[in-house]
């Protein structure tokens, strides 16, 4: 009798248990969200959990001069260089129809600031099990109007991964575009996470238009699609 009252005790205590194990940041499956790893050094760095391309030069670096929350946020610098990208990229297991948020703060390199025809977006790539790709869903850009005083967000909301899902590429892309970016962008601050499939649900960003969240100020003529 003794150890079933206590079993009652312990199986009462157990959704206390989650539920102060459980803050909301449980939900962000990203890798190393606020780039604190490693420490800032001289030179070019990969944050911890992120996987880097590049065209040509690698403009990643950790910074302490900007950061939104903790002590350093990651600097993408452009390459000069007409038609460049590069980015960094996680790799992670999704389910089809389920609904995903990406988002990211950025603002612009006040010592350096972003600009030329550089543009920077947030790409998925959902892919299949043969690891074949079935579709992307890409961000709106943030270009040479992005903000030097305040920090934004660039998000993907809710976004649904496609049906036959089970992979995907979350990026952070980064464009020099057709005459050659200027300057660099601080990001920080990273969002991946997994909505649930209930029409109810929806992410922080809810209320918001990620569309709303940055205006350009020059027209979108340049070509937005992702360069391989
Ligand atoms: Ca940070």
Do not use: C
Not at 82 to 94: E, I, N, Y
Not at 185 to 207: C, K, Y
Request: net charge neutral; no cysteine.
């Amino acid at each position: 009798m003794k150890t079933f009252w206590i079993t009652i005790l312990l199986l009462g205590m157990l959704p206390t248990l989650y539920a102060s194990a459980a803050g909301a940041d449980d939900r962000n499956m990203a890798p190393n969200p606020s780039f604190e790893s490693p420490p800032a050094i001289q030179g070019t760095a990969v944050p911890d959990g992120w996987s880097f391309f590049t065209t040509q030069v690698n403009g990643a670096t950790l910074s302490r001069q900007t950061k939104h929350s903790g002590e350093q946020s990651l600097r993408l610098a452009t390459q000069k260089i007409p038609k460049m990208f590069q980015g960094l990229t996680f790799s992670r297991a999704v389910s089809g129809e389920k609904k995903y948020v990406f988002s990211v703060y950025t603002i612009s390199d006040k010592t350096d600031p972003f600009g030329g025809s550089a543009y920077m977006s947030l790409i998925i790539e959902w892919k299949r099990a043969d690891g074949t790709e079935i579709s992307r869903s890409i961000s709106k850009i943030v270009d040479a109007g992005l903000s030097r005083l305040r920090w934004e967000i660039v998000a993907l909301d809710g976004v649904v991964a496609p049906k036959g899902a089970v992979q995907a590429v979350f990026g952070i892309h980064l464009n020099d575009g057709p005459t050659g970016g200027k300057g660099a962008v601080l990001i920080d601050d990273v969002r991946i996470e997994e909505l649930g499939t209930s029409p109810e649900t929806t992410g922080d960003f809810a209320h918001s238009n990620q569309f709303k969240l940055h205006r350009p100020t020059q027209p979108e003529s340049h070509d937005r699609s992702p360069a391989r």
